[in-house]
């Protein structure tokens, strides 16, 4: 087993977090070190996650960006500082290449769809977090902005989810991918028809402006 693939085993990101001087409360959470964050926006498991600034990863992305350090760095830091035993590639024993390349690519294959769906429900979440705010009614008895009810109906769940990729166990994430593929993709899709609708609206909006005669 690789440096890379023993720390991921072996040291969740909450525990690194500990060790290299961010305190974590009981439920994960603590201030973000990448962005200036005044209360505790990152949630820290498995993986991590701030939902201040988006920053994402495992253990090795958050210490390579904590110290500044390359990700081999980084996971060999993490290796010594736990303590974890690693094969270097010299004193491995030989293996069948073929076997270990095919269960290589299928490890990459659902880490690449792990990161997708993450990917796209982040971004879900921060849209509906700032349809939150643009679209709350002003006044009490203004009708609800249909964006508004949206993401009322739909943050704690995309929370859930969220937080499932980031600290469940692999059959739990694996579930979850599987089962929420096809809204992963209706949401990505939707996300991209909404931000072409947006982007339209506000090229027709400037150039009504620059046509406009002056007064």
């Known amino acids: 087993m690789n440096v890379f693939e023993a720390v991921k085993q072996s040291v969740t990101t909450r525990q690194a977090a500990e060790r290299y001087g961010i305190k974590v409360n009981r439920n994960g959470m603590c201030v973000c070190p990448f962005h200036n964050d005044k209360n505790p926006s990152m949630k820290t498991d498995r993986r991590f996650f701030c939902f201040g600034c988006g920053a994402t990863g495992d253990v090795i992305d958050f210490v390579s960006r904590l110290h500044g350090i390359g990700s081999r760095e980084a996971a060999l830091m993490l290796a010594q ?8 590639g010299r004193n491995a024993g030989k293996q069948p290449i073929r076997p270990c390349l095919r269960r290589e690519t299928e490890e990459q294959k659902f ?27 002003r006044q009490p008895d203004e009708a609800w902005n249909p964006r508004f009810t949206e993401a009322l109906q739909n943050m704690s769940r995309l929370e859930y989810l969220m937080d499932v990729l980031l600290s469940g166990e692999l059959p739990e994430r694996a579930a979850l991918i599987i089962d929420c593929g096809k809204e992963v993709r209706n949401l990505e899709r939707r996300m991209a028809e909404l931000t072409a609708r947006d982007t339209a609206g506000n090229n027709e909006h400037g150039r009504q402006h620059r046509a406009a005669p002056e007064r």
């Open 111 to 137: 880490k690449r769809m792990e990161r997708h769906c993450f990917r796209v429900l982040s971004d879900y979440y921060h849209l509906l977090r700032r349809w939150k705010e643009e679209y709350a009614p």
């Open 81 to 88: 500082d736990f303590s974890i035993p690693y094969e270097d």
